[in-house]
């Protein structure tokens, strides 16, 4: 009888510290994406927007995976100025450009214009799409796994 009462005390604590210590690794990853989504938030308020632009809406991510801020604004600018406005200051801060692409439109769709630049493990993406849709160019910050 003590013997079954000592292995249930016994498998009870045994129980308690592997509970303990998955909250406490659990805690510890809710930290570090915390952590992460503030540093990208920290480096979207590092980077200036183009003169032109007006915030309209701000997006935040936040998983074990990805962390990302996505910043849409409307602007009387093209393409063209921004990429260039975007291009000039990112390099200058050691980003370099990942890829550029262009969706043509499709049926319904409106043509997008995007452009990648990357550092480490952290990308900025700069999206335009035709005028009218209540946003005109999004930058997204997003830490990737």
Known sequence: MKESLLNLVAGGCILGVLMLATECDKDHSSKKEGTRLHQVEQLAKSIAPHPSF???AVYRTNKSHVASVSKHYA???TYDEVKQFYSHHL???GW???EEKFLPRHHFLEAVKIIVF???DTEIDL???EPGQGW???VG???KQ
Do not use: G, L, P
């Open 75 to 77: 602007s009387s600018a």
């Open 54 to 56: 007006r915030e309209v």
């Open 141 to 143: 910050f997003t830490w």
């Open 91 to 93: 390099k200058a801060q």
């Open 136 to 138: 005109d160019f999004a």
């Open 118 to 120: 990357k550092k480490q």
């Open 127 to 129: 999206n335009y799409r």
């Open 96 to 98: 370099e450009i990942k």
